[in-house]
């Protein structure tokens, strides 16, 4: 399977909104050349140099690179020592000192003594750039929504799995999760028992229908809206804004003969932007790109210049927080790049 971006035509070249604005990109993924998406360090900076001030980003697990061999437990170790090699923080070499300034590492929460031994593997592999693990738990009635991922109804709540959770928190990370707007209960239910752990909801809290088209889209708007405001009372619980490319959340961005305009983007994204804002509050709200899987349906810079429409009548802070704050807080940016530069 290969990510496709030459099904649409480029959209004209937009001018780039607010060049000045610091952004933190808090979610991206990268592989090496050769591997199922061509999408590695070189190709991640060309988007970072379009024209946008991307000071820093957060390289999120995704089977990369994984050791071939060896100890199981120690095999995603692979992954992070892909990423601290590929993205180094020196200047000179990276260009972009901030390149995944944070790592958020993968372990097997279902094994909590396993996962043990894998996030300390990652810890001393990072150079104290892992900030967060993540282990995704999507389920959807609708067989075959993700492709090659399928995990157990439930798993939040699975006393094993929340074993596995307590090994995250006992080492200061956060945990990041992926799973669809159905499953929201379950996650507000885990994050009221383990209070002390930081969450980090990814992809606006999966506003996933069961079939990728508007129709069906909208008729989960309400539901989706409800279960987000409810998980949003949780204090310990963050919200990262992005992933509507994917084309399973049904905007057909991906089918268009030329890909949308930011001005579209903004179009069709403000409701769920906005929703998320007006629930989490900017203090707990983090803009991604989602790179690459997003850019089946969108440009890396068409992304940006949608989040600064949407948000251009909220005030200067906001915007910060949106762009870089929450971000740079919930992972530690600041102390990883100084443990870096050690």
Avoid at 14 to 28: G, K, M, N, R
Avoid at 54 to 75: K, Q, S, W
Avoid at 308 to 318: D, H, Q
Avoid at 325 to 342: C, F, H, P, V, W
Wanted: net charge negative; aromatic share 8%.
């Amino acid at each position: 399977m290969k990510l496709d971006e030459t099904a649409a035509e480029p959209a004209p070249p937009e001018q780039v909104l607010d060049p000045d604005l610091p952004i933190v990109d808090a979610h991206h993924h990268l592989w090496p050349s050769g591997y199922w998406i061509p999408y590695d360090q070189h190709a991640y900076l060309r988007d970072l140099e379009r024209g946008h001030r991307i000071t820093a980003t957060v390289f999120v697990e995704c089977g990369a690179n994984y050791r071939r061999d060896g100890d199981p437990a120690l095999r995603p170790v692979g992954e992070t020592e892909f990423v601290t090699a590929a993205c180094p923080h020196d200047p000179a070499a990276a260009r972009t000192p901030g390149m995944a300034a944070g790592i958020v590492a993968w372990a097997d929460l279902t094994q909590p003594a396993v996962a043990a031994r894998t996030i300390d593997a990652h810890l001393g592999a990072a150079g104290g750039r892992v900030r967060g693990i993540r282990h995704n738990v999507i389920w959807h009635r609708t067989p075959g929504i993700v492709k090659g991922q399928n995990f157990p109804a439930r798993l939040l709540l699975d006393d094993q799995f929340r074993a596995g959770l307590r090994e995250v928190g006992a080492r200061g990370l956060s945990y990041d999760v992926w799973l669809f707007h159905e499953q929201l209960p379950e996650l507000a239910e885990t994050a009221d028992a383990l209070p002390d752990q930081q969450f980090v909801l990814d992809h606006v809290g999966g506003p996933v229908p069961a079939q990728p088209d508007p129709r069906a889209r909208a008729e989960i708007f309400a539901r989706w809206s409800a279960l987000l405001r409810d998980v949003a009372r949780r204090p310990n619980i963050a919200v990262k804004i992005g992933g509507l490319g994917m084309p399973l959340h049904g905007f057909g961005h991906h089918e268009l003969a030329v890909r949308p305009s930011s001005v579209d983007l903004a179009a069709a994204w403000r409701p769920y932007v906005e929703t998320a804002i007006d629930a989490f509050g900017p203090q707990r709200c983090m803009f991604e790109s989602n790179a690459p899987i997003d850019k089946q349906s969108v440009s890396y810079d068409a992304l940006w210049n949608a989040f600064k429409r949407i948000t251009a009548a909220l005030s200067p802070t906001e915007r910060t927080a949106l762009f870089s704050g929450t971000a740079t807080r919930i992972y530690r940016l600041d102390e990883a790049s100084a443990n870096a530069a050690r």
